[in-house]
C-alpha cells in the first residue's frame, strides 16, 4: 500500500479547501464555524477504535498502523465539523438568531441538555456490541439527530436537509479520492467485515456515516448555543 502512503493526508487537508473557502466568503458563519470546527478536532482521536476494524489507511510517519492515532483524523474532524455546522445555512442564505429568553423555559427544553449529551454517551456502549463501530457510530448520531429534534422541532429543516446537503459534498470528496488514487477504498476499508452493500465503489457505510453526520452536526451549534437560523432579510 505504499503507494497510497500519502493519500490520507492529502484527502484529509483537502477538506480544508471549503473549509477555508466558507470561512473567508462568510464573516457571518465564522463564529460557528470556529466553535464546531475546534469542538469536533479531538473526535479524531477516537481513530484507535476505527483502525484496523473499519479501515487502515497509511498515514504520516505510519501511526495509524503502529498506535491506531493519526495526524489526519485530527485536520479530517476539523474541517468536517465546521463545515457541516454551517453548509445547510450558507446554502439557503440564512442567518443566526438568538432564540428568545423565554422560549427557552419551554417545557421540552427540560431534556437540552440530555439531548446533546446523548449520541456521546450512547455510542460506547453501542461500541461494545457485537458489529463493526461504524455501526455505533451512525447509530449514536441518529440518535442524537432524533433528540435534538424533539427538544428543538425548529431545527428538523436543517436536520434533514443539512444530512443530504452534507452527504453530497461528502460524496463530491468520496469521488475525488476513488479518481486520484484508484483503488484505495478497496484496499483501505476493511470491506469484509462490512454489509458488502456499495454505491458504486463506495461503502454503504461510508456514506450513511456522511448523511447522519450531517444529520447531527447541522444544528449542533444551534442547539447547544440557543440559536436558529432566520432568513437573511434582503438590504
Not at 186 to 214: D, H, M, R, T, Y
Request: aromatic share 20%.
Amino acid at each position: 500500500m505504499r503507494p497510497y502512503h500519502y493519500v490520507w493526508l492529502i484527502w484529509s487537508a483537502g477538506f480544508l479547501v471549503p473549509w477555508l473557502v466558507l470561512y473567508w466568503a462568510f464573516p457571518v458563519h465564522r463564529r460557528a464555524m470556529l466553535w464546531a470546527s475546534v469542538f469536533m478536532a479531538p473526535f479524531g482521536l477516537t481513530e484507535p477504535l476505527f483502525v484496523p476494524e473499519y479501515w487502515n489507511p497509511p498515514s504520516l510517519f505510519d501511526l495509524a498502523w503502529r498506535t491506531g492515532f493519526d495526524i489526519e483524523s485530527i485536520i479530517f474532524s476539523f474541517a468536517i465539523g465546521g463545515i457541516a455546522a454551517v453548509l445547510y445555512n450558507v446554502i439557503t442564505r440564512r442567518s443566526l438568531v438568538a432564540v428568545p429568553e423565554r422560549e427557552r423555559h419551554h417545557e421540552r427544553h427540560r431534556f437540552h441538555y440530555f439531548a446533546l449529551a446523548l449520541p456521546f454517551a450512547l455510542f460506547p456502549i453501542l461500541y461494545f456490541l457485537p458489529w463493526n463501530p461504524i455501526y455505533a457510530g451512525i447509530a449514536a448520531m441518529i440518535a442524537g439527530a432524533v433528540a435534538n429534534v424533539l427538544c428543538r422541532p425548529d431545527l428538523m429543516r436543517n436536520t434533514l436537509i443539512g444530512g443530504l446537503l452534507f452527504l453530497g459534498f461528502y460524496t463530491v470528496f468520496l469521488t475525488g479520492l476513488e479518481w486520484t488514487a484508484p483503488g484505495y477504498i478497496k484496499q483501505v476499508w476493511n470491506l469484509k467485515a462490512l454489509s458488502g452493500v456499495a454505491i458504486a465503489v463506495f461503502p454503504l457505510e461510508e456514506l450513511l456515516f456522511g448523511f447522519c453526520f450531517g444529520l447531527f452536526w447541522t444544528g449542533v451549534y444551534e442547539h447547544f448555543t440557543w440559536h436558529r437560523s432566520s432568513p437573511v432579510r434582503a438590504g
